[in-house]
């Protein structure tokens, strides 16, 4: 286990080089909480809530939603490159296996940036929605659900880029997933905006669980929801995890590292 | 003993077109050998299958006792590599933190780690770098560090793909000097591949010429220097018309007004003394001495097959 913690230690040295340049592109999260405080606030109109949510839960809503989804490397494309100029042969003539090596050095630099960039947020949100607060306690309790999240983004990202043993480009298939993270993800809304029959479908996708559920969790806690939201979660993480291994198992022998 | 024992090794990625051709060769403990071809030989695939990243089509390869595809993992812990186009650092950390975090990697003891990391230091003069952005280091430094990294586990068998690529001819000299410097200190097997002969010449015991994927030579680097490597090609720029100097073993190859460009035999006539003679009967101004490209050894090669 040592070496995956060292990795992930490595990881955020390596990240804290760009300390002030991630301090920058947070400016990126206020100007969407302030833009996305004026949708809100039309959409409620006169109303206290819509869905059962206040403007409040929705700022901490958002704040939430975009930490996990700013909080992201972009693992795809490393892999893709490494696969594409050769790099990977120093990887795969470690003693730790290559799926592990990308986990450990991407977990430590994305944990650090969710944290810091959901701080940033939350504090955003306290001063948009006119100095209000929400339930602390919820947010400590779905922690482990927004870990869940943040992990199985990271699993998927890794999955997309395994197929680089096999096709030239990833980046159009990020860009799908993105665009699911957008709508599916509830990145922007809670899903509880769209009508009910198609929130049970998207109940099904494991897009959910990579924004909308932890967010949603942490400013509108249902223990019973938590428990079989969490083991969905749980459930995604394993089955994208396995894919990538075996995907990755099938790929590796197809590798012709290039160079020489 | 031998460390590395391959056997009719074939490697083909696409049909009719093998990247490497049925090649068997052994490599003694403690012996550099070196692997030159020209681009496409089949130089870095052969290296790539004996570190166990590709699987051959065909053939055996023996390392330590180990099969490199089957038990790559395994022989990960015995091994060491540089890819000299590529490279292991981490580009925005000192190189300290990448050799500590290889040690980690490798179940280094970190007393062990901390002694081999202090030694390279020493050996590879790398104090005033060390604590430096791996990004704001100069090729030169990189390639020390990155020697250095492939060394921190204390491999039996490194093998080096092109190291000196890139590298001025300063910093060429440098990195052969470590490079005979280590096989000496840790008795380490190397293998090496690289497009110059010089680097051959100045660290080989016994070298392997690769073309088409086949072995078109192999023997003693002394062989190969007395057989093949006894001509040089000398370029000069004068301020007067050329004056052909009447030396044996010097014939010309090129000659227009001011500038000409001979190949001297070495073993006819000393590189000095043919020097000696154009410059007493000439003015000139600018004179380098080349070695015979690779293409023309191999050439010379399948002709006296």
């Not at chain 1, 990795?7 to 909480?33: G, P, Q």
């Not at chain 2, 100045?202 to 003693?220: A, M, P, Q, S, Y």
Request: with cysteine; charged share 20%; glycine share 6%.
């Amino acid at each position: 286990m040592k070496k995956f913690f060292y990795l992930a230690y490595i990881s955020i040295k390596n990240y804290t080089f760009y300390l002030k340049d991630f301090l920058i592109t947070r400016i990126f999260l206020v100007i969407v909480i302030i833009i996305f405080s004026f949708i809100y606030k039309t959409l409620l109109g006169s109303n206290q809530s819509y869905a059962s949510f206040t403007l409040p839960m929705l700022l901490y809503y958002l704040a939430i939603t975009e930490s996990i989804e700013m909080s992201k490397t972009l693992i795809h494309n490393t892999i893709s490159d490494e696969i594409k100029s050769g790099t990977v042969a120093y990887i795969l003539l470690r003693p730790i296996s290559y799926i592990s090596f990308h986990v450990s050095s991407a977990i430590g630099e994305i944990t650090i940036k969710q944290l810091v960039t959901m701080i940033i947020g939350f504090i955003c949100a306290f001063f948009v929605s006119g100095f209000k607060i929400i339930n602390f306690w919820m947010v400590i309790a779905s922690l482990p659900v927004i870990y869940g999240a943040v992990l199985l983004n990271l699993f998927f990202m890794i999955l997309i880029g395994m197929f680089a043993f096999y096709i030239e480009e990833v980046r159009p298939i990020y860009w799908i997933y993105q665009k699911f993270i957008f709508i599916v993800g509830g990145l922007f809304v809670p899903l509880e905006f769209f009508p009910p029959t198609v929130l049970k479908i998207f109940k099904f996708f494991p897009f959910t669980y990579m924004n909308y559920f932890a967010a949603k969790m942490s400013v509108k806690f249902d223990l019973h929801e938590y428990i079989i939201g969490f083991s969905i979660q749980l459930l995604y993480i394993f089955i994208v995890y396995f894919l990538s291994i075996l995907i990755y198992s099938k790929g590796i022998k197809r590798v012709s590292i290039q160079g020489g | 003993m031998k460390i590395v024992e391959v056997k009719d090794l074939t490697k083909q990625f696409v049909k009719d077109k093998k990247a490497v051709d049925n090649i068997s060769f052994d490599i003694e403990k403690g012996e550099i050998l070196g692997f030159i071809g020209p681009n496409g030989a089949g130089k870095s695939t052969t290296i790539k299958m004996l570190s166990g990243i590709l699987t051959p089509t065909y053939g055996n390869i023996n390392i330590l006792g180990l099969n490199p595809t089957k038990d790559r993992k395994k022989l990960a812990k015995s091994i060491g590599t540089v890819f000299g186009q590529k490279s292991q650092l981490w580009m925005h950390l000192p190189p300290i933190d990448t050799f500590n975090l290889l040690g980690v990697i490798y179940d280094v003891k970190p007393k062990i780690l901390k002694e081999r990391i202090d030694k390279f230091i020493e050996l590879f003069e790398l104090a005033p770098i060390i604590n430096n952005q791996v990004r704001k280091l100069s090729l030169g430094e990189r390639i020390k560090c990155e020697i250095a990294a492939s060394l921190i586990h204390n491999p039996q068998v490194l093998f080096l793909d092109e190291p000196t690529i890139g590298l001025d001819v300063v910093i060429k000299k440098v990195i052969r000097d470590l490079i005979l410097k280590m096989n000496k200190e840790e008795q380490v097997t190397i293998l090496l591949t690289s497009h110059d002969i010089q680097d051959i010449e100045k660290l080989c015991d016994r070298v392997i010429i690769i073309n088409n994927g086949k072995i078109v030579f192999e023997n003693t680097m002394k062989y190969l220097k007395y057989n093949y490597l006894g001509k040089k090609l000398i370029s000069i720029k004068t301020e007067n018309n050329f004056n052909i100097p009447q030396i044996e073993g010097v014939s010309i190859l090129k000659q227009k007004d001011y500038s000409a460009k001979l190949e001297v035999d070495t073993k006819l006539n000393s590189i000095k003394d043919i020097i000696d003679t154009i410059v007493s009967t000439n003015n000139v101004l600018d004179i380098t001495i080349d070695d015979i490209p690779l293409e023309e050894v191999i050439g010379q090669i399948y002709k006296n097959n």
